[in-house]
């Protein structure tokens, strides 16, 4: 588990031996927001793990006022996209020849634009909601653009929507009602079911380059996350960003 609250990981840690105690659970520190604990993470799991068979980029943020990352962009892109990216493109080397990737987007990618300009420029008026959203589309245009560099292999990319799960991403005014809304609301358990069905089902093996609802049904993703130039764009400024080759 890649966390950057580790107090709170060795919790999780300790419920997941609780259960399965012959599990082995290891907790290396990770902090998306920051390139260099990215790089130190990647490093990390590479030594201990020279073969993965499954990468889930799952932890994101919504930032409620503009706030820029110690590297210098727009906090919640930085933390959504450019860590995932720059994490999944150092362990790829380390990929088995059947290993599954799953982004972990949102249905808000469909209210995305990406404006490059945002992501490392200060705005007089900033929008949550907005940022967000192009994270998310970014997710999305990152699994397709890397599930077709994966084409003629047995590695499968793929990225979901696992419904509206009740997280600290809600708004606050949202969590007080969540109980009046319990069945459009999932617990995170059920919030997860998407990302176990495309990390462990049979029936999906040999799928790739797929966006899935929280039903585990492929669906259509919003028209830009199919723009190959929009993909390749995104994949190039990503690269220049984190600093690698395009």
Known sequence: MLCRDLRAAQVVREEIIGQVPR???????????????????????????PRIGLLVNNAGIVS????????????TF????????????????CLDETAR?????SRVHLRGRLDFDSITSPRARYNS??????????????????ARRFAGTHICVNCLHPGV???????????????????????????????????LAESVAGMTGLYFDENQQPTAAAPPAGDLQL????WKMSSQWVGLPP
């Open 129 to 146: 909601m907005a940022a967000y959203a192009q994270s998310k589309l970014a997710n999305v245009l990152h699994a397709f653009a890397l």
């Open 23 to 49: 599990a082995a659970v290891h907790v290396v520190h990770c902090d998306l927001a920051s390139l260099a604990s990215v790089r130190n993470s990647a490093e990390a799991v590479r030594n201990q793990y």
């Open 64 to 75: 409620v006022r503009h706030r820029m990352s110690v590297d210098g962009f727009e906090l």
């Open 78 to 93: 930085a933390t959504n996209h450019l860590g995932p990216f720059l994490l999944t493109a150092l362990l790829s080397g």
């Open 231 to 234: 993909q390749e764009s995104l």
């Open 101 to 105: 990737v799953i982004n972990v987007a």
């Open 165 to 199: 799960v009740a997280t600290n991403l809600l708004p606050r005014w949202l969590r007080v009602i969540k109980p009046l809304l319990s069945p459009i609301i999932l617990d995170a358990e059920r919030g997860a079911r998407t990302t176990l069905h495309l990390a």
